[in-house]
């Protein structure tokens, strides 16, 4: 028996990873990308021996959805650990690179000493940091993370790890680790809807040190890494570390090698993939619903997912549900931007160390962080060269978008000459843009997302799916698709 059909609205990760899901149940199912390729934000440049990766460069292994799909396309012999040699992160703070002590337990009174000794924090920040010990636990949130009660419940990243740790290890260290990761503005992020596990270790541990020295503690170079158990996690929930693997993890020849692979499995199973055709429309009709793309075509669908923008989201769901669609735009959005820049290394001159670096948000620099991606992933310049990446943008430092290609390169170039010491010219650059593209989990955004949902259960076989919804990154999108397909899945009619 075969149901459906089903259109899913957008080919990135997460509308390909539903579309997977659907297929292999037996419906069929059109996939509409407006782009001329699919993969979203997962892209991948091979050129002259070099992988550049225009988004993101690898997966965390502790949330295990990502590590099962990867496994389900029987591509899992295609995955490459973070290098081992020289795992160090640094932060630039008051003038110079300081290492941020690798295994740092969060609140850890054995790792203080580590960063009195980095410069990363005074005597008296460190000592505060580890003060979190007596900071009893904040009982008017509610318990269930913020879904139902006022924003005012919910307590934003920096007011939690202000209130836990202190005001200088929040500034110097948590911020430009934690609120760059969404490239927003830790003053108005969410908690529970970005690190639901701060909220779970005060919970029920009474603060961070008391649950740094519970078997399941998480690093602060690593925040979402639990080690002790071996467990199993649900899909989109935080694991262990798996035997064999570092917490993040890559593929060989580059993050697009997921979804070349996603590509192959749905084009067996008989998906029809369209790329390059934008959705303008969609009806409701008397079966489900009509999809009209650019030229006029109609596509017949019982049910819809749409795995867009929640700008364009909201556009498309206008007609059918304007209470999602009003609730869609108050996601905010804040652009960024990677500028990718390849070097011979007897030019730049001592190779960079470690991994990266980050920069705080209160050091009024320009770039966001900088990674250097030859020296985190194997294969990823051939001999004698050097690959880097930086990042710019961001809520609130927006402005250096403005600048075209050319200005980004040459902006880049000398704060990584500034902060790292990088020089010489270089052989290659990439800059790709993400106007808008970063979905800002600000304080209410755990009841935004459950007022859209609710309100589009009012079009039965119309569902949402993606990152602006329950988390940005690749493991919780695929685990969010997942779950998305298998509701729509059960609404669906068999037919012969």
């Given at each position: 028996?075969?149901?459906?059909?089903?259109?899913?609205?957008?080919?990135?990760?997460?509308?390909?990873?539903?579309?997977?899901?659907?297929?292999?149940?037996?419906?069929?199912?059109?996939?509409?990308?407006?782009?001329?390729?699919?993969?979203?934000?997962?892209?991948?440049?091979?050129?002259?021996?070099?992988?550049?990766?225009?988004?993101?460069?690898?997966?965390?292994?502790?949330?295990?959805?990502?590590?099962?799909?990867?496994?389900?396309?029987?591509?899992?012999?295609?995955?490459?650990?973070?290098?081992?040699?020289?795992?160090?992160?640094?932060?630039?703070?008051?003038?110079?690179?300081?290492?941020?002590?690798?295994?740092?337990?969060?609140?850890?009174?054995?790792?203080?000493?580590?960063?009195?000794?980095?410069?990363?924090?005074?005597?008296?920040?460190?000592?505060?940091?580890?003060?979190?010990?007596?900071?009893?636990?904040?009982?008017?949130?509610?318990?269930?993370?913020?879904?139902?009660?006022?924003?005012?419940?919910?307590?934003?990243?920096?007011?939690?790890?202000?209130?836990?740790?202190?005001?200088?290890?929040?500034?110097?260290?948590?911020?430009?680790?934690?609120?760059?990761?969404?490239?927003?503005?830790?003053?108005?992020?969410?908690?529970?809807?970005?690190?639901?596990?701060?909220?779970?270790?005060?919970?029920?541990?009474?603060?961070?040190?008391?649950?740094?020295?519970?078997?399941?503690?998480?690093?602060?170079?690593?925040?979402?890494?639990?080690?002790?158990?071996?467990?199993?996690?649900?899909?989109?929930?935080?694991?262990?570390?798996?035997?064999?693997?570092?917490?993040?993890?890559?593929?060989?020849?580059?993050?697009?090698?997921?979804?070349?692979?996603?590509?192959?499995?749905?084009?067996?199973?008989?998906?029809?993939?369209?790329?390059?055709?934008?959705?303008?429309?969609?009806?409701?009709?008397?079966?489900?619903?009509?999809?009209?793309?650019?030229?006029?075509?109609?596509?017949?669908?019982?049910?819809?997912?749409?795995?867009?923008?929640?700008?364009?989201?909201?556009?498309?769901?206008?007609?059918?549900?304007?209470?999602?669609?009003?609730?869609?735009?108050?996601?905010?959005?804040?652009?960024?931007?990677?500028?990718?820049?390849?070097?011979?290394?007897?030019?730049?001159?001592?190779?960079?160390?470690?991994?990266?670096?980050v920069v705080p948000r209160g050091e009024g620099r320009h770039l966001l962080a900088g990674t250097w991606g030859s020296g985190k992933w194997p294969g990823r310049a051939p001999a004698g060269h050097v690959l880097v990446r930086g990042y710019v943008g961001g809520i609130g430092r927006e402005g250096v978008l403005e600048a075209d290609d050319d200005g980004l390169v040459h902006l880049v170039r000398a704060e990584l000459g500034a902060l790292a010491g990088i020089r010489g010219t270089p052989v290659h650059t990439?800059?790709?843009?993400?106007?808008?593209?970063?979905?800002?989990?600000?304080?209410?955004?755990?009841?935004?997302?459950?007022?859209?949902?609710?309100?589009?259960?009012?079009?039965?076989?119309?569902?949402?799916?993606?990152?602006?919804?329950?988390g940005v990154g690749i493991p919780d999108c695929i685990a969010d698709a997942q779950a998305t397909a298998r509701a729509t899945l059960a609404t669906l009619p068999p037919q012969g």
């Amino acid at each position: 028996m075969t149901a459906g059909p089903v259109v899913v609205v957008g080919g990135g990760i997460a509308g390909l990873t539903a579309a997977l899901e659907l297929a292999e149940a037996g419906v069929a199912v059109t996939v509409v990308e407006a782009a001329g390729r699919f993969g979203g934000k997962i892209t991948t440049n091979r050129v002259d021996g070099l992988v550049v990766e225009a988004g993101a460069d690898s997966f965390l292994s502790t949330k295990p959805a990502g590590l099962a799909l990867v496994n389900r396309l029987g591509i899992s012999d295609r995955l490459v650990n973070s290098k081992a040699e020289d795992r160090r992160t640094f932060v630039w703070s008051r003038g110079r690179l300081r290492e941020l002590p690798e295994g740092l337990v969060l609140g850890s009174p054995t790792r203080a000493w580590s960063l009195l000794r980095s410069g990363l924090l005074s005597p008296a920040g460190a000592a505060r940091l580890v003060g979190d010990v007596v900071v009893p636990r904040r009982r008017d949130a509610d318990s269930d993370g913020g879904r139902s009660g006022p924003p005012g419940a919910e307590e934003t990243v920096a007011e939690f790890f202000t209130r836990r740790l202190g005001p200088e290890a929040y500034a110097r260290v948590v911020e430009p680790l934690l609120a760059g990761i969404h490239a927003g503005d830790a003053t108005r992020l969410s908690l529970p809807a970005t690190f639901p596990r701060f909220v779970e270790m005060e919970r029920n541990h009474g603060g961070l040190v008391r649950a740094a020295l519970a078997p399941h503690l998480p690093t602060l170079a690593n925040p979402l890494r639990r080690k002790g158990s071996n467990a199993p996690a649900p899909a989109g929930t935080i694991g262990p570390v798996p035997p064999g693997r570092t917490p993040f993890v890559s593929f060989q020849t580059g993050m697009a090698e997921l979804i070349e692979a996603l590509e192959a499995r749905l084009r067996v199973l008989n998906v029809d993939l369209r790329a390059g055709q934008a959705v303008t429309t969609i009806r409701a009709v008397d079966r489900g619903y009509e999809v009209v793309v650019d030229g006029g075509a109609t596509l017949q669908a019982a049910a819809v997912i749409l795995a867009t923008p929640a700008p364009v989201t909201a556009v498309l769901v206008r007609p059918l549900c304007p209470v999602a669609a009003t609730t869609l735009e108050e996601i905010e959005h804040a652009s960024t931007a990677t500028v990718s820049l390849a070097y011979q290394a007897d030019d730049v001159g001592t190779p960079p160390a470690g991994y990266g670096f980050v920069v705080p948000r209160g050091e009024g620099r320009h770039l966001l962080a900088g990674t250097w991606g030859s020296g985190k992933w194997p294969g990823r310049a051939p001999a004698g060269h050097v690959l880097v990446r930086g990042y710019v943008g961001g809520i609130g430092r927006e402005g250096v978008l403005e600048a075209d290609d050319d200005g980004l390169v040459h902006l880049v170039r000398a704060e990584l000459g500034a902060l790292a010491g990088i020089r010489g010219t270089p052989v290659h650059t990439e800059v790709h843009r993400y106007p808008a593209g970063m979905p800002q989990y600000t304080v209410g955004h755990l009841a935004r997302v459950t007022r859209i949902r609710n309100a589009l259960a009012a079009c039965p076989g119309l569902a949402v799916t993606g990152a602006p919804y329950n988390g940005v990154g690749i493991p919780d999108c695929i685990a969010d698709a997942q779950a998305t397909a298998r509701a729509t899945l059960a609404t669906l009619p068999p037919q012969g």
